[in-house]
């Protein structure tokens, strides 16, 4: 049931839709699409997560709009490229592109987290027309290995330590498959320490993080190891100022993998971004706090998104 398999609820059963289409370079992007309303949001997921994360979106919005969602290019139902360089950031933002072609949208708000963020920022500086504001989740402009698990400050030499890390195991895809199966004891403790920042939320959250470890340890983990590469190699820090589409960034103060001041960077930089960072929140700000960012989505839909 393609519903349960995305970790949605029953109200979803007529509407959910699973499409495909292919990218420029003829590789075959998985897509789904949700909601009634008539204006589109296309969501750009994070490496890892799919429409479960956005659950407390789709929850209070899939009446009033229409919710697109992919699979990248050699993750889950999509299907990997013939090169591994065609896993970098400018071939999502194209199939991003054949997607609304496809659907015949001429333009749609980009929602986007974590990975999402550096994919919609793209697509906004590559296709202004047809993009019609931002809502920017948990994420960074680029280099993540520069910054990711390094809240406060740099640790020099790190990223390449990282980039040595993901050689081997991309080299080594028996041990890739050990360290997987090691890295999912991490998810209790990851449970507990989440308790602290969704208070209420905490037990709702389970099931999403047991599924979240599940997508990013599964059988794409060496593919997740080389798109964390190439989204090292990308950066969007120069086309910030010119791109002018209204903009939700949110950040959370206790995020470690896409540290708040990245998030802050961004919206400095961009001339029309608004700028929110919760304090009690830190990687999953939209699951752990809801009850704060859904309002201030649907205000930023409903007042300064342009469909």
């Known amino acids: 049931d393609l519903v349960r398999s995305r970790g949605l609820g029953d109200v979803y059963k007529r509407q959910l839709r699973a499409k495909r289409a292919r990218g420029v370079d003829g590789t075959g992007i998985a897509y789904e699409v949700v909601g009634e309303g008539p204006k589109t949001v296309m969501i750009a997921n994070g490496l890892g997560g799919r429409l479960y994360a956005w659950s407390a979106v789709l929850d209070a919005l899939y009446k009033e709009y229409r919710f697109v969602t992919w699979d990248y290019r050699g993750l889950f139902d999509s299907d990997s490229p013939e090169s591994k360089r065609r896993l970098a950031v400018v071939h999502h933002v194209e199939d991003a592109r054949s997607i609304l072609d496809a659907e ?82 991490m998810q209790w403790p990851t449970a507990a320490l989440m308790s602290i920042t969704a208070g209420r939320n905490a037990f709702r959250m389970k099931p999403l993080l047991a599924r979240y470890f599940d997508d990013v340890l599964g059988k794409s983990f060496v593919n997740y190891l080389r798109l964390f590469q190439e989204l090292d190699a990308h950066s969007v820090y120069h086309l910030l100022r010119e791109i002018h589409q209204p903009a939700l960034v949110v950040s959370g103060f206790l995020d470690a993998l896409t540290p708040a001041y990245q998030s802050k960077e961004i919206a400095r930089r961009m001339p029309n971004a608004e700028y929110l960072r919760i304090f009690r929140s830190s990687h999953f700000s939209l699951m752990e706090r809801p009850e704060i960012v859904v309002p201030r989505v649907r205000e930023f839909l409903e007042t300064r998104a342009v469909f």
Request: charged share 15%; with cysteine; aromatic share 8%.
């Open 104 to 185: 015949g949208i001429d333009r749609a708000v980009f929602m986007g987290w974590s990975m999402g963020v550096q994919v919609s920022l793209d697509m906004a500086a590559s296709y202004p027309e047809r993009v019609g504001g931002l809502v920017l989740l948990n994420g960074t402009y680029g280099h993540v290995l520069s910054t990711g698990f390094q809240p406060l400050f740099g640790v020099p030499g790190l990223p390449k330590r990282l980039h040595a890390i993901c050689d081997f195991l991309q080299d080594h895809p028996e041990l890739a498959d050990k360290l997987a199966m090691v890295a999912r004891t």
